[in-house]
Structure formats: C-alpha cells, structure tokens
C-alpha cells in the first residue's frame, strides 16, 4: 500500500523559510511525477510545484522564485524549500505522487505565515 507522509510544516512569520518533506512508502514502482499543491478552505487545491523522474520542474505562478522543489529517488522523497514566505502562503500543503498513471495523496501538511 502506497504511503505519503508529509513533515515540516508549521507556523512562520512573514519573510520566513520552511522545509517541507514527502516520503513516499510501499511503492514497487518508480515515482514518476511528484509535487506539491497547496489548498485553503473553499478552493480548490493548486499547483504549488512539482518534478518529473528526469528532474524537470513546474512552479505555480505565485511561488516562482521564492520556493525550490527537488527529489531523492532513493529515497523516494520530495521537499519544497519554501522562503520569503507570504501570509497569503498560508494553506494546507498536500504531497501528490503518480505511480503507474495513479495519484496519490498524502494527509498535508499546515503552512501558517504571520504577517
């Protein structure tokens, strides 16, 4: 059974850094995509960032610049170097991985920037 478990988040002032973590368990298979999208109550979930199993990334227009995403394949994790954090940063951030055109999800984790 295929397990995303999520760490790092927490509570920031503006201005701030977080590191965000995703590992991913149970998998017989390899990652291919793997992300980040972040969700506040009554939106739907956005893109955040993610990365490809060739390293390729995609940001979302709002954290251009001020997050980096990267992977560890042997690890089977992904982080999210979030810096210059906004209040409007603010938000549960959730790990997606696809494993064999399936998506997963894992539990998320709270980001809550302080202005």
């Known amino acids: 059974q295929v397990q995303l478990v999520e760490s790092g988040g927490g509570l920031v002032q503006a201005g701030g850094s977080l590191r965000l973590s995703c590992a991913v368990s149970g998998s017989r298979s390899s990652i291919n995509g793997i992300g980040w999208y972040s969700q506040v109550p009554g939106k739907q979930r956005e893109l955040v960032a993610t990365i490809s199993s060739g390293g390729s990334t995609k940001y979302g227009d709002s954290v251009k610049g001020r997050f980096t995403i990267s992977r560890d394949n042997a690890k089977n994790t992904v982080y999210l170097q979030m810096n210059s954090l906004k209040p409007e940063d603010t938000a549960v951030y959730y790990c997606?991985?696809?494993?064999?055109?399936?998506?997963?999800w894992g539990q998320g984790t709270q980001v809550t920037v302080s202005s």
């Open positions: 997606n991985a696809v494993i064999l055109y399936t998506a997963y």
